[in-house]
């Protein structure tokens, strides 16, 4: 499995982003997906997950502002960013992990970059 993570770029506070997240197979039937970030100097944190059944679950500095989504027919994983602040920050990675066989696979980050 491959993941391919785009979308990132440079913004000024309040903007938007939308960020992708392209998987070489169909895998969201199996695995939950999620959007980490990582900011300079910080741990990876969780921003949004979505589980195979398609509930989601957002961290508290998210919430309200990023939705998750996908596309299992085009095996895409979104992340629509509204009301980005500069803590938004980071590198942004997705994620797939299946609990049951402990399969985890990475995708290459993509920067967001959000301007004061």
């Known amino acids: 499995v491959q993941l391919q993570a785009s979308g990132g770029g440079w913004v000024q506070t309040g903007g938007s982003l939308r960020l992708s997240c392209a998987a070489s197979?169909?895998?969201?039937?199996?695995?939950?997906m999620t959007w980490y970030r990582q900011a300079p100097g910080k741990q990876r944190e969780l921003a949004a997950r979505?589980?195979?059944?398609?509930?989601?679950t957002y961290a508290d500095s998210v919430k309200g502002r990023f939705t998750i989504s996908r596309d299992i027919a085009e095996n895409t994983l979104y992340l629509q960013m509204n009301r980005l602040k500069p803590e938004d920050t980071a590198v942004y990675y997705c994620?797939?992990?299946?609990?049951?066989?402990?399969?985890?696979?990475w995708g290459r980050g993509t920067q967001v970059t959000v301007s004061s």
């Open positions: 994620n797939a992990y299946h609990s049951l066989s402990g399969s985890d696979y």
């Open positions: 979505i589980f195979s059944g398609g509930s989601t």
């Open positions: 197979v169909g895998i969201f039937s199996r695995h939950y």
